[in-house]
């Protein structure tokens, strides 16, 4: 039995919790909606304001999923609760980052300046020309756009030129030494 699977998930003020018989969670706050399906091996419960998960049976792949449907169900009430953010940071010679309407223009040393477009449930702002947030209900999906964000310029480890989160640690290369034999 899994060690998080077992932790109750308080309920807050605010929070709608539902399970139909399809098996399908859904959680509603003030910030959002969500729903995520949950194995039939599991069998979720509201009891006093407290979230359950439990197994079904002791099989391996209903102990495997236990403590995985708990988080993200713990993920989803936290999610509509508060939210979720990542922060990423644009590092280069003339390197900027624009707020727009519809998501944000990055100036990173193309010919052209890019554009990238804020999904859905998500919104993403610029505290300055070198910052980036994005911030959003759904965990997995604030993760995935700022992933994108940062795929259009890997960091390079010569100069640590391009999109970075701001929590990651970019080992720097040395460069070419001339003259030394």
């Known amino acids: 039995m899994s060690r998080i699977g077992k932790k109750p998930i308080v309920l807050p003020a605010g929070v709608d919790f539902a399970v139909s018989n399809q098996n399908v969670v859904t959680v ?12 039939n091996l599991l069998k979720v419960e509201l009891v006093d304001g407290v979230i ?7 099989s391996r792949e209903a102990n495997s999923q236990h403590g995985l449907f708990r988080t993200l169900i713990a993920n989803m009430v936290e999610g509509v609760t508060n939210g979720f953010s990542k922060s990423l940071i644009i590092n280069g010679v003339g390197h900027k980052v624009f707020e727009k309407p519809f998501g944000i223009e990055l100036k990173i040393g193309y010919s052209h300046p890019v554009i990238f477009e804020a999904p859905e449930g998500i ?22 756009v700022a992933a994108n964000i940062r795929a259009i310029q890997p960091v390079e480890p010569y100069h ?3 999109i970075r989160y701001a929590d990651e640690v970019v080992i720097r290369k040395e460069g070419k030494t001339a003259g030394k034999k």
């Open 28 to 39: 509603s706050g003030k910030l959002g909606k969500l729903e995520q399906k949950v194995s």
């Open 52 to 58: 359950n998960v439990t197994t079904l049976n002791n």
């Open 123 to 144: 919104k993403i702002t610029c505290p300055s020309q070198q910052d980036i947030k994005v911030t959003g209900y759904d965990k997995q999906k604030v993760g995935q």
């Open 160 to 162: 640590a030129y391009g």
